[in-house]
């Protein structure tokens, strides 16, 4: 085997190929807006189509829409090795997110086939349909792993209508996002690169993230139930306001987190007070919880301990209380494999890296239960993101591509020996 570990990336077509994404959908604040099937972001899977054709890549696009590049090994049927990310953003957000990691996955593939290396697997860049959620969410990742439920289609968060719009412009249909499924065997692990979007290696001044496990997120909508009654003439001790319930429960959940689950978050993004007027005391409350966890156990007992709390609050206003249960996505561990490989690869760069969980979804959880699943994260600015403000330092980036590259490379040859 040749001595794969000199080989680098070409900056200026990485760097080229970036600012092309970044002018796709731009924003004249300097971000970009490509929600999932849109115009722009189908126009940036044009673009990836005939970016990958230049190369001499093969361009394949499933049922899902997921866009794929591959690089063949010589041998037929072996299994693939994914890099990849989405080209889709939220609105109004920024040019790194998703974008940065599948200009990369392009570059190395670009990088692997100049250099005439023959790998004993394929390597396959790939470019999730919604990751963002717009419409669904992880999207294409679920279908592709065969999880996606007839439900999420049903009841999409974006509505039901904007999905259905979405496909039709991408010429997709709703029955072949059930047809994505690959055979786990066809999938030798998965390595995305993104950008952190906290500001935890920023502040550490360390170049690159391996992480560990990308959170668990549970939602529940809490109904605080009081009883609504004339604002002026109810006596102050006597009243049974839904508001000062959750708005007690707030305040609470935000100290139990801080103090008892530090390596946990919990956000209550939305409260609706009814009916809803100055001279009325609130006589339903309904809040929006959702929270965060990397550990399964942990996960479990934040939820008890949240529920709990919620209860107890409604308790001391003399309220009823309801938890209804939305959502749960379990937090998924990276693969052990994989961060191995990342780490070596890092130490191979001379990049110093921390081990980290990822706060924010990612498609690699869903990659994660059919294959080894890795990924690298590089600093964001101010820990900005899904803003027009999000930043990466340019060095960070070709850092973290890389990284993407040797670590494919150490993962291959450690794994699939020619
Ligand atoms: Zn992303």
Redesign the pocket.
């Known amino acids: 085997m040749a001595d794969f570990t000199a080989l680098r990336i070409k900056p200026q077509r990485f760097k080229a190929d970036f600012e092309t994404l970044a002018a796709i959908g731009s924003t004249e604040d300097g971000g970009v807006d490509r929600p999932s099937l849109s115009e722009a972001h189908l126009a940036a899977r044009a673009w990836f189509r005939q970016r990958a054709a230049r190369d001499g890549l093969t361009v394949a696009v499933d049922s899902a829409g997921n866009h794929s590049a591959v690089l063949p090994a010589v041998a037929l049927d072996t299994p693939h090795l994914l890099l990849g990310?989405?080209l889709d953003s939220v609105p109004h957000g920024g040019r790194f997110?998703?974008a940065l990691g599948v200009a990369a996955a392009l570059e190395v593939l670009s990088t692997i086939k100049d250099a005439g290396l023959q790998l004993p697997i394929s390597l396959e860049a790939i470019d999730f349909t919604d990751?963002e959620g717009t419409l669904v969410g992880l999207l294409g990742s679920a279908a592709l792993v065969g999880r996606l439920t007839p439900g999420e289609i049903q009841s999409p968060r974006g509505g039901r209508q904007s999905l259905l719009a979405g496909l039709q412009r991408a010429a997709l249909s709703e029955e072949g996002l059930f047809l994505a499924r690959r055979d786990p065997a066809s999938l030798a692990g998965y390595i995305e690169l993104?950008i952190e979007q906290g500001p935890r290696l920023a502040r550490s001044q360390t170049p690159v993230g391996v992480v560990t496990a990308i959170v668990g997120i549970a939602s529940y909508r809490l109904i605080f139930h009081g009883r609504a009654n004339h604002a002026g003439t109810t006596p102050m001790n006597e009243r049974h306001d839904a508001g000062l319930g959750a708005a007690s429960f707030m305040l609470a959940a935000h100290r139990l987190v801080v103090e008892s689950f530090p390596d946990c978050t919990v956000n209550t993004g939305l409260l609706q007070l009814e009916p809803g007027a100055y001279n009325i005391i609130p006589g339903q409350a309904n809040l929006a919880l959702e929270f965060r966890s990397a550990d399964d156990k942990e996960f479990e007992q934040l939820e008890n301990a949240l529920l709990a709390l919620a209860r107890q609050q409604a308790d001391q206003f003399g309220l009823e209380f309801e938890a209804n249960f939305l959502n749960r996505h379990a937090p998924a561990p990276m693969s052990v494999s994989m961060q191995q490989a990342i780490g070596q690869a890092a130490h191979c760069l001379e990049l110093g890296y921390q081990a980290m969980p990822s706060g924010a979804g990612?498609d690699g959880q869903n990659l994660a239960h059919v294959c080894p699943a890795g990924m690298i994260f590089i600093p964001s600015q101010d820990g900005i993101s899904h803003s027009p403000r999000e930043f990466s330092a340019w060095q960070d980036c070709i850092n973290g591509a890389n990284l993407l590259l040797q670590s494919a490379l150490a993962f291959t040859f450690e794994h699939y020996r020619p």
């Open positions: 990310s989405h997110d998703g990751e993104h990612h």
